[in-house]
């Protein structure tokens, strides 16, 4: 690991100010450290910003704000966020070791990186993500918990959030500071796909701090769920997951939230499947049918093609708990 100096910002300024002058936040350290540990990421100074917006308010239409350094665990109990976003505290609890939780932040979770094996293997694999220009092993190698959308030929890596996921589904808004001042910007533009660059991971101006992330109003999230498939019963990271919520007035869906994890580098919103569902009957037919139209222009590999019917599958079977419409 390489030697850095630590300090504690006073409040965003102070944050703001260090890094101008190259510190890397630090929040619950869950991901940042592992970094630092294998070699992946070198920094000569940290600041950390766990003592900055760790609260959650109501705003005055009815939704939320969550502060960026509100723990995980805090996040996933608070009352108000299991009544009426009940898919954000699941996929929350699915989430790694209850340790974890209790450390891990709102900010650092949108901001941590993948979990590919090449991009933490320093010693022996290509990684254009880590070392552009160098190559992907991904894409030849042993790919099964890859992405099947919204991938390239210079990486194939995906995002491993699962708070994220519902998040993308819920419209939620992420709120920005920076030495340009503050902004805000819809979470689903957050990441960005990798295309030729995949070293540049979210549209963040150098120095940016995440201060809070913002929860529209949505009546019907309150019979919301998330679902994560994994090769264990925990502690690992989703083949697939998916966070969904349907309203449905007279037998048809009047609207319906779906996001994906675990399938492409960010959060994935099902914006094809939603298309699909709106105005139609609220069907086993019509929730495979949309399902399908969501995977029609999916890039399997070699190891990973099972994600499309599994995926295919988990939302058909999660739109019809949701409604009584089981098969």
């Given at each position: 690991m390489t030697p850095f100096t630590y300090a504690r910002a006073n409040d965003s300024a102070d944050a703001l100010a260090r890094a101008s002058a190259g510190a890397k936040y630090l929040g619950g350290g869950t991901n940042l450290v592992d970094l630092l540990r294998e070699t992946v990421e070198r920094h000569d100074a940290l600041v950390d910003v766990t003592g900055l917006s760790a609260e959650i308010s109501e705003t005055e239409d009815g939704g939320l704000l969550i502060g960026a350094e509100v723990r995980n665990t805090a996040l996933a109990e608070d009352r108000r966020v299991r009544e009426r976003y009940p898919m954000l505290s699941r996929a929350i609890l699915a989430g790694a070791s209850a340790q974890i939780r209790n450390m891990a932040t709102v900010g650092g979770n949108l901001l941590q990186r993948t979990r590919c094996t090449y991009f933490y293997d320093t010693a022996g694999s290509r990684c254009n993500k880590r070392s552009p220009g160098s190559g992907c092993d991904a894409v030849e190698g042993f790919n099964r918990i890859h992405a099947i959308?919204?991938?390239?030929?210079?990486?194939?890596?995906?995002?491993?959030?699962?708070?994220?996921?519902?998040?993308?589904?819920?419209?939620?808004?992420?709120?920005?500071?920076?030495?340009?001042?503050?902004?805000?910007?819809?979470?689903?533009?957050?990441?960005?796909?990798?295309?030729?660059?995949?070293?540049?991971?979210?549209?963040?101006?150098?120095?940016?701090?995440?201060?809070?992330?913002?929860?529209?109003?949505?009546?019907?999230?309150?019979?919301?769920?998330?679902?994560?498939?994994?090769?264990?019963?925990?502690?690992?990271?989703?083949?697939?997951?998916?966070?969904?919520?349907?309203?449905?007035?007279?037998?048809?869906?009047?609207?319906?939230?779906?996001?994906?994890?675990?399938?492409?580098?960010?959060?994935?919103?099902?914006?094809?499947?939603?298309?699909?569902?709106?105005?139609?009957?609220?069907t086993q037919a019509t929730f495979a049918q949309a399902a399908a139209a969501e995977f029609a222009d999916a890039r399997p590999l070699k190891d990973n093609a099972f994600k499309v019917p599994l995926a295919t599958r988990t939302i058909a079977a999660m739109l019809g708990e949701l409604t009584g419409e089981t098969a």
């Open positions: 959308l919204g991938a390239s030929d210079k990486c194939v890596a995906t995002h491993p959030s699962d708070m994220a996921v519902p998040m993308a589904a819920l419209d939620a808004i992420v709120h920005l500071k920076g030495a340009g001042g503050d902004r805000t910007l819809p979470l689903r533009e957050l990441h960005r796909l990798p295309g030729d660059h995949p070293e540049i991971e979210t549209v963040l101006e150098p120095g940016e701090l995440i201060t809070a992330v913002e929860l529209p109003p949505l009546p019907f999230a309150r019979t919301s769920t998330y679902r994560k498939v994994r090769d264990r019963a925990s502690y690992a990271f989703a083949l697939i997951s998916v966070a969904a919520a349907i309203e449905v007035e007279d037998g048809r869906v009047k609207d319906v939230r779906l996001a994906l994890g675990g399938v492409a580098p960010k959060p994935w919103r099902a914006e094809k499947a939603e298309a699909a569902l709106r105005g139609q009957p609220a």
